[in-house]
């Protein structure tokens, strides 16, 4: 692991005050955005996309991770695989479509034919003597939990089972593989991924960014400031669900203030998932608390708090009676980093009759927009030659300074 | 040399697999594209243009090599000169239009003035002791051969007559000297200039990317797919060009289906030319075959086949009786090639009433802009880290494992 | 120092030829960028903008110098002071405007709340622990001298006081404390900072370039060149000027054709000013030497030559009796230059009725607009692999040669 872990990151990761912003180098240097590909982004699962997607055989779309295009499809036999987008003969990229719909593989160049589980097929014009069965596309390992997607660069990959069982459990009555998606958006934000997951991990800067957000929500309370009025109001929200939710099964997981903890930065786990309550007056996460959709899934009654799910490096998801949003990241330079939102509700509801996006969207896209302003503007005052590493809150930014563990043990090897 | 193979280049041209495509560095990494400038695009001929460009003394145009700018002109005697783009007092650009026509070479910075040979004339304000002499413009070796202009960045370049004879026997009666360029289009190709060389020396992609081009051509076919029908029928074309070519002192010098072997990566030959035919029914290399512009040279029948010349690093030229077209590639970084494709009539054709650009163009610019597609899709698929070298059919690309041999021939020193 | 001036730079250290423009890399390479951050513009006083564009208490703007970024901003106490745009938390830019208004400096990320000498006022939600008093935002040192205001990215600055005597006692009939801001462009030139310093410290180029500078000034002409008409023309108008600006008490003090001798490269002087005298029929540096705006300062007169100062790294201003024009350099890239011009007139001056920017602006923007394209052909050209050093004029380019002794002696480290 030496090649991957050079002496400047050695040094820096020596250098690293705990409970501390990571030192400049780790949010910006070319060096250390390798190594994070190496030993995060390609040995990780990575969160791909939704199921709903890719409904028929030879449905597809590409995931780009870093320089690398992954093809995400569904094979004659109904299953999920992932191919690398990359003919075997000359290295041509072999669907330059962000998704599409396609029987064999072909690529564009000379024609070389692949089947949807990556075999060559028919390679025209070559040497009787090619090694056929060696030249299939490559393929990487594909899993699919309750609708949602996800690969591994690794040929041997971290274990999934207990994390398709957690998420599974939480996710399975939100029928997220009966859902489509109504909207998805694409931004390019000017910042290293672990700026936006760090972002992410803290509701300490909701209160000054997110109006929206903080009106639905208790996460942007805290130990230190959760008033006991507050801690209340929260306890007796958890109470009236628990009675009223009984009877469809569903279970309030996260009953406090404040964020859920994720991740356990010592026990490598990658993924949680849980529900908890909205504030008073709120069945969705919508801009004034009423739904905007048909329910989903199993659900009886708007009445079923919020479903939440995250997994490292890439994804997060919140939904709620009536839609699901999923975020996900994919690394797109060291200050660079490539976000697609994705809102999904009914696969049966219609725009313009069953939902209308100008009403299912805001209060996910400002969320989102608003935190991507904020990355960028951290990004650039960390170029700063005066940056320094500043001490992370133990009342608020607890799950901050977990990614950031979690993700040093990476770096350092403590896992392999 | 080690100063410029350093030890990732040298460990790369090990481990370089023959018969296959390169390692995905040598289409990529500055540090190679650096080696490529120095030893190959400061070492070989490289083609300028055309002399019909610059017909009066003092016409110039310049040509971008890298970050290197090269006047090319016509001195008072009428020759064709080289030098670099360059004031020698504070190293201003002289000339910052890509082509003109001046009397001296002024710099627009101090006024220094240089004679067309590139001699310092002028250097006002300057101390007597300034050693003028030495400070004249740098110029470089530059040949030309039936209206083609070559220049060499090396002081000792490369022989040059055989070149010389062997294109200028076939280029000829085509009157490229009487010639006037009717169009020129420049494209900045977003891939390395050896994979635009390397879809340029194989028509195994023709089928699936060129329809106009293999209605006209035979080169897509090869051994293992030309039918006995196929080759017949070239045989035939060819026998039936020897009856009728006789009298104008033509001859095919290219037979067979297929395309003609180039280069030749043992014995460094850089540069070849021939005359072939052209499918039954084509008079030109245009969209339905007829002749869109006068005829060329000494040509007294459109029937005179098609010639095609190239060299390496960075020609070819297809001219059929009545046109031809140039093209010219420049590296302009690793993953950037600069194009130009120009368009020659007979000099006293004139746009609208002897040829319309309509016709004239599309033949070739859909051919060329095909390939650009290819050869950026194939850069994008190079860039993954999935991506291995691929083997080359040794039907259909020969050519392509010619060049790439003579390619490694240069880097590895071979030829020096 | 080593870790300052590696083995490449000492290189380049020791082959650079005297009397020579710089090699190529001094132009271009990003580690000698990166020298010149660390031992030119971390070390020195930079010019940072005029007192009368933060008049009142808690006015500020921000200077881009490099990837920092410095806010210039007016405290409780009216004091100018200069702190690092950096939040000490998690490192996020606290203003994102170029200016503007604030009572207190707050985080937009988490609402950390600085006062205006940058001391941590308030950090919500953190431990009680927290060593408040570390975290206050980084000051670094900031003069005024006249109304110009320069900070020092290192907090023992180099001596400031004789730099503020000297310029001071000239600026200060000019009255720039009692001005306003009419105009600020700003330009992003592609070329090293030092390439528009070069550029600056000759008038040589002025024939060529610069028609309406030339007839306002006596600069372009030198030893070689000044004819004993045009020296007795400004000895003329040098002798006339003392007699008539006695009274004012004024006196020219730059008195021979060609420009002032600047810097001295020796003894380290990155400061001058002096008045010198415009050309007959010149009141005012203006396209016709007319007056454009009321007089500024003490002048009772516009008959008072012109006022010129300029500072190393990255300052010079041309002001006349109605206005004044500064120029500032900011480090942007290897190959880049943000340069601010601002045009100054009296506070009181109202626009549309005191003065006309179409009036008021021409000379000098014509002027700095031909450099930057001076500057842009050169830095391309000393891109070329052929470009070696070339000679400077010992009539026309001393202060160009002094401006380099000036640089390589700091990067030698010999004021260290």
New interface residues.
Partial sequence: MNAIRPPVLTDLLQRQPPGH?LL?PFYSDPEVYRAD?ELIW?RQWIFAGHECEIPEPGDYFSVPV????ILVLRDEQGGVRAL???????????C?QPCGQLHKLVC????WVYSLDGSLLHA????EE?PRED?GL?SVPARAVEGLIYFCLNPAPPEFDEAALVMGSVARPQGLRQAKVAKAVDYLVGANWKLVW?NNREC??C???HPQYTRANFDHY?A??STPRIREQMADAVRQSEARWARAGLAASHKQTGMTTFPDAERNIWYSANRTVLADGYLSETMDGRTVAPLMGVYQSPDVGTVRMRSLPNFWNHSSCDHGVSTRLLPAGPERTAVRVSWLVHRDAEEGKDYDLTKLMPFWQLTSEQDWV?CE??Q?????????P??Y????EYNVDAFVRWYLNHLRGNFA
Same sequence: chains 1, 2, 3.
Avoid: F, V, W
Wanted: charged share 25%.
């Fill in positions: 912003s400049a590909l390609k870093g320089e690398d295009s690398h987008n990359l003919c075997r003969h000359r290295g041509s990229l072999i330059d564009p160049y000379h024609r025209p014009g070559m040497q090619l030249l490559i760090e300490y800067h209160n000054a960014n805290n230190d400031d904020i503007r951290q650039r005052g960390i170029r700063s030659s005066a940056y320094r500043g001490p809150s133990t009342y608020k």
